[in-house]
């Protein structure tokens, strides 16, 4: 079993729609948590640290569930340019970070 | 957030040759930097950790002698590729953390590195 799984996707959703991602990890001992984007052909941006209690910007929701060991990600009113790659990053603690291998996310028009 | 920079974006070199990519930490100061690399449709795969003032900390399976790392200051980490050869064509990309209640990498913007 992977140490941190993600569905790859793609999940093709029209604009507007909403879509929620999960991220599955096994170390329960992990320490924090995180979402990044990547764009193909470029590097992962920071989207979001996920806090215990669950945090929110803009359309971006993420939620840590530490009982089941799942993060997730909801993006609400999505939009043409929230088509990449979602990577879910989990820190195992001194600075050891396991990658999801990312979930493909394409909003068509 | 953080500004994390790398140079050069873009090389192509021959085989046998020695590329030097830079990273560099902008806006803050960098005691670990994490080195990647990705092929096409593929995930990051990390490489090796980087410590400044100390040797860095290769993942397993990547040669040492091949990719030297050099983390000489708060601010500078380098990646050597010496020899390099057409299987080692890649995309290079480096992070710097930023320590702080969540430790947070921060990415460079990578390098595409074609060896012919």
């Known amino acids: 079993r992977k140490e941190v799984e993600q569905d790859p996707g793609p999940f093709n959703v029209p604009e507007g729609a909403t879509v929620a991602f999960n991220c599955t990890y096994s170390n329960s001992a992990s320490q924090s948590f995180f979402w ?16 215990s209690s669950g945090n929110e910007d803009g359309r971006f929701t993420a939620q840590l569930n530490r009982a ?7 993006i609400r009113d999505s939009k043409l340019s929230d088509s990449a790659t979602y990577l879910c990053v989990v820190n195992k603690g001194t600075y050891k970070y396991i990658f999801g291998t990312g979930t493909r996310l394409k909003v068509l028009a | 957030g953080a500004v994390v920079s790398q140079h050069p974006s873009r090389v192509i070199c021959k085989s046998g040759t020695s590329v030097k990519i830079e990273c560099r930490s902008l806006d803050f100061q960098a005691t ?11 995930s990051l795969m990390l490489m090796a950790t ?16 091949k990719f030297l790392i050099n983390h000489a200051s708060l601010t ?3 990646l050597t590729v010496t020899s390099a050869h057409p299987e080692d064509s890649s995309f290079y990309i480096c992070s710097a953390l930023w320590v702080a209640e969540y430790n947070e990498q921060f990415f460079g913007p ?7």
């Open chain 2, 76 to 78: 500078l980490s380098t």
């Open chain 1, 36 to 51: 990044y984007r990547q764009d193909c052909r470029k590097e992962p941006k920071l989207l979001m640290s996920v806090y």
């Open chain 2, 50 to 65: 980087s410590n400044e003032g100390s040797k860095a900390t290769y993942e397993q399976g990547v040669e040492k002698d």
């Open chain 2, 110 to 116: 990578g390098t595409r590195l074609t060896v012919l």
């Open chain 2, 32 to 42: 670990t930097m994490f080195w990647y690399r990705q092929f096409p449709k593929q």
């Open chain 1, 68 to 74: 089941s060991q799942y993060i997730s990600l909801l």
